[in-house]
C-alpha cells in the first residue's frame, strides 16, 4: 500500500476496494481485474484508489495479507482454547487441517478463484515466513497438550517433525488450490491429511533396527 489508513472514511474507502476487487473475481473471473474495472466497481475515480494502490497486484497483496494474518490469529485462538481445555489431539488435530483447508483451499468455489491467484503471486519468502510461524505456533501448543498428559501416544515436537507437518499438510492444500482439484473441501480430503498428521505425530513403537 502507498499509504495506511488512520481515519475511519479510510479504512471504508480500503474495505470498499477490497469488496469490489473480490466481487470482480469471484463473479467475473481473473481476466476482469483491472485498476479501472476495480475502481468502477467500488464507485471511486481511479486517482482515488491510486492513492493507496499503485497496481491491482498491490490490491491482492494487501487482501492476501490481510486474509493470512486473520486466518493465524483464528488459529492461535482455536489452539489456545484447544489447550485450555485440554482436548484430545486428534479433536485438535481435525480443527486444524479444517481450518487450513477453509482459509488457503477455499469454503466455496467462487472463492477459490481468489485464493489460486494468491498462490501464485506472494512470494516464497512470504510463504516460507507464514510456515514457520505455523510451525513454531503448532508446537508450542502440541507441547503444552503433551505436558498436560492430553496427547498419549504422541511424541514431543522437534523441529524436523514440525518442518515435515506444516510443509505435508500446505503443500497438499496448496496443489489441490492450483489445480482446481474437485476434491479440495471433500469429507475424503480432510481424512487423508488428518491420517498423515496423526501418522507422523505418532511415537515410534517398533524397535529401529541397528
Do not use: C
Not at 494474518?69 to 481445555?85: G, I, P, S, T, Y
Not at 510463504?127 to 510461524?133: G, M, N
Amino acid at each position: 500500500m502507498r499509504k495506511q489508513p488512520t481515519q475511519a472514511r479510510a479504512q471504508r474507502t480500503i474495505e470498499t476496494i477490497f469488496d469490489a476487487t473480490a466481487q470482480i473475481v469471484e463473479t467475473e473471473g481473473e481476466g476482469a481485474l483491472t485498476t479501472n474495472r476495480i475502481a468502477q466497481k467500488a464507485g471511486f475515480s481511479i486517482g482515488t484508489l491510486y492513492q493507496y494502490f499503485p497496481s491491482k497486484e498491490a490490491v491482492l497483496l494487501a487482501m492476501i495479507h490481510r486474509q493470512r494474518d486473520k486466518a493465524q490469529a483464528d488459529l492461535q485462538a482455536m489452539l489456545d482454547r484447544a489447550v485450555a481445555e485440554r482436548q484430545p489431539i486428534a479433536v485438535v488435530v481435525r480443527d486444524l487441517v479444517r481450518m487450513l483447508v477453509k482459509a488457503f483451499g477455499g469454503a466455496s468455489r467462487p472463492r477459490r478463484v481468489f485464493i489460486r491467484m494468491a498462490w501464485r503471486l506472494d512470494g516464497h519468502d512470504n510463504v516460507t515466513q507464514a510456515l514457520r510461524e505455523g510451525a513454531d505456533r503448532n508446537a508450542m501448543a502440541l507441547g503444552q497438550l503433551i505436558a498436560m498428559g492430553g496427547a498419549p501416544g504422541v511424541r514431543p515436537p522437534t523441529p524436523a517433525m514440525m518442518f515435515v507437518v506444516t510443509r505435508a499438510v500446505m503443500g497438499a492444500i496448496r496443489s489441490a488450490s492450483l489445480e482446481d482439484s474437485p476434491l479440495l473441501g471433500t469429507p475424503a480430503f480432510e481424512d487423508e491429511l488428518v491420517r498423515l498428521v496423526l501418522g507422523l505425530l505418532q511415537a515410534d513403537i517398533q524397535a529401529k533396527s541397528a
